[in-house]
């Protein structure tokens, strides 16, 4: 079974820019939950998304959003971005219980640099 | 804010020490879950405790819940290269602003041979 893929693996983008990064999950999952891990901040929870709504919303600003089709896969936009948003990006995918309930399974990330 | 507080933050050991990480918290949390994640990877769960007072062992890894369900500690047994990693761990509480999933900053560990 495959597992979690992002893509891409590494984006360098500058001050100002937008960036979309792309989440598939495991086969059948229909939760995927996006976290910010910095070396300050660790692991933050960003947004949940179960069914193509987003179901859990943590503390990030309205530059930060998501969505998700209707084949599970998902997509992170980050708006008008600032130097503190490099960071790694992970999604992870679950079967769909209450959010943090499931086994979510991680994938690598994606390694964000704003320049 | 809910907080899990994780010490040591850095821990480097000698292959076939012991050696204990705590999380620790003000709040009560429904189940705790350890985590391990190795450079250029997701983390992986290796355990989810649920019941205060809890204790679960996997092979050298042993996990403890504290009984009030506020702190958790994971020790291992005769550390080997292949444990280095930074380990997280998570509390479930339910409805927070920060979702329903708590981390812990981490421990990275490094094991020397």
């Known amino acids: 079974k495959a597992g979690v893929t992002q893509t891409p693996r590494y984006l360098i983008k500058t001050r100002g820019q937008q960036v979309t990064l792309s989440c598939s999950p495991i086969?059948?999952?229909?939760?995927v939950s996006w976290y910010q891990q910095t070396p300050g901040q660790g692991l933050q929870f960003l947004f949940e998304?179960?069914?193509?709504?987003?179901?859990n919303k943590g503390n990030f600003p309205g530059r930060f959003s998501g969505r998700q089709f209707s084949n599970s896969r998902s997509e992170m936009n980050v708006s008008t971005l600032e130097l503190g948003d490099s960071a790694l990006y992970l999604c992870?995918?679950?079967?769909?219980?209450?959010?943090?309930?499931?086994?979510?399974?991680f994938g690598p990330g994606t390694r964000l640099t704003v320049l | 804010t809910q907080l899990l507080e994780q010490s040591p933050q850095f821990l480097s050991i000698q292959e076939g020490e012991n050696l204990t990480v705590y999380c620790n918290s003000s709040?009560?949390?429904?189940?705790l879950q350890w985590y391990r994640q190795e450079p250029g990877e997701g983390p992986v769960l290796l355990v989810t405790?649920?019941?205060?007072?809890e204790v679960k062992k996997l092979k050298r890894l042993t996990f403890q819940f504290g009984d009030a369900r506020k702190d958790s500690s994971l020790h291992i047994t005769a550390a080997q290269p292949g444990d280095t990693g930074l380990y997280l761990c998570?509390?479930?509480?339910?409805?927070?602003?920060?979702?329903?999933?708590?981390f812990g900053k981490g421990t990275k560990l490094s094991v020397k041979p």
């Open positions: 405790v649920v019941t205060g007072g």
């Open positions: 992870a995918s679950s079967l769909g219980g209450t959010h943090g309930t499931d086994t979510q399974y």
């Open positions: 086969s059948g999952h229909r939760s």
């Open positions: 709040s009560v949390f429904s189940s």
């Open positions: 998570a509390g479930l509480n339910y409805g927070g602003s920060q979702g329903n999933l708590i």
């Open positions: 998304y179960f069914s193509e709504t987003q179901r």
